[in-house]
């Protein structure tokens, strides 16, 4: 068991027998009181966050978690398969685990997924994505001087919004986090 010194954010912890990942945790000495952490956290089933105090120096039961960075392979229904680089062993992993990036993904990225006792547990992709444009509106010379944005269609039918210059065939850097165009390739 550890205490509540040993946790920090993106800890997984077990807490009400469910695994929760800590998103905040801020230690706190209120005036005359004693001292407490506060924390919020994210439970890997259902999704939903919750906030508790707990007192300084409780014990808290961390997960055991691995990470291994897996080749994603291809979709399969509501899965995805990964294969383990060192292993080549198949893995399917949940599409609602990468949330809003999934749509990001490209077969043969590689990804981070995270095992309790061999259970899928969470899964990340990469920051940063390469990706070609398949489709958007032709840019006009001249039109840099503004901040303009127009949509533009990857490669795997995500839509992104990019600066006027982008044209068709360009390569694009997205950042998967929030969806966000961030430069152009050469």
Same mark, same amino acid.
């Given at each position: ?11 997984v ?6 695994l ?9 000495t ?30 808290v ?7 291994? *960075?897996m ?6 229904g !509501? @899965?995805i ?5 060192? =292993? #080549?062993?198949?893995?399917?992993v ?7 990036s999934?749509?990001?993904l490209?077969?043969? *990225?590689?990804?981070k997924?995270?095992?309790?006792n !061999? @259970? ?6 990469? =920051? #940063?994505v ?18 303009t ?13 990019v600066?006027?210059f ?8 997205v ?5 966000e165009?961030?430069?152009?390739v050469?």
């Amino acid at each position: 068991m550890a205490n509540t010194g040993d946790v920090s954010v993106g800890t997984v912890l077990r807490y009400n027998g469910e695994l929760c990942q800590v998103i905040e945790w801020q230690h706190r000495t209120p005036g005359n009181l004693r001292a407490f952490y506060q924390g919020k956290m994210r439970n890997l089933k259902t999704g939903k966050t919750l906030e508790n105090r707990f007192r300084s120096g409780e014990e808290v039961e961390i997960a055991r978690v691995e990470y291994k *960075m897996m080749d994603y392979l291809y979709k399969d229904g !509501d @899965n995805i398969v990964c294969m383990d680089k060192e =292993t #080549f062993e198949q893995v399917p992993v949940p599409s609602e685990l990468f949330g809003d990036s999934f749509q990001f993904l490209k077969e043969g *990225m590689e990804v981070k997924v995270s095992f309790e006792n !061999d @259970n899928v547990i969470l899964a990340e992709p990469p =920051t #940063f994505v390469e990706l070609v444009i398949t489709y958007c509106e032709p840019g006009l010379k001249g039109d840099t001087a503004t901040n303009t944005l127009k949509p533009a269609t990857l490669e795997n039918d995500a839509v992104v919004n990019v600066p006027l210059f982008v044209n068709e065939g360009d390569k694009v850097k997205v950042d998967t986090r929030s969806g966000e165009y961030v430069e152009r390739v050469k």
